[in-house]
């Protein structure tokens, strides 16, 4: 029988920007105290869950959301993310 996998789909916390309505895109906002509450609630979920890959976005907010949840200890790896400005291609992390 094949082994069955899920995926986890999780949105990184409440920012200061978003209790404004404001759009970050890019914009490195850290989490408020409520998004480190919502990430928190997340740390039972996956307490007993052995994931075999975590990807993130290189932001502070996604990153912290991660480490609070019990997301940690994967090695970062990479995926190639199209520039829709300029059409290069860039790095960006994952966790």
Known sequence: ???RQLVYLVRHGQTAW???MRHTG?????LTEAGRAEAMVLR???LDIEF???LSSPLQR???TC???GLVGFHPSFARRR???SGNQSQKGAL
Request: charge should be negative; avoid cysteine.
């Open 1 to 3: 029988m094949e082994e």
């Open 18 to 20: 978003a209790v404004q």
């Open 26 to 30: 890019q914009t490195d906002i850290p």
């Open 44 to 46: 039972p979920v996956f």
């Open 52 to 54: 075999d890959l975590v």
């Open 62 to 64: 996604a990153w912290e």
């Open 67 to 69: 480490r609070i949840a």
């Open 83 to 85: 520039n829709h400005r």
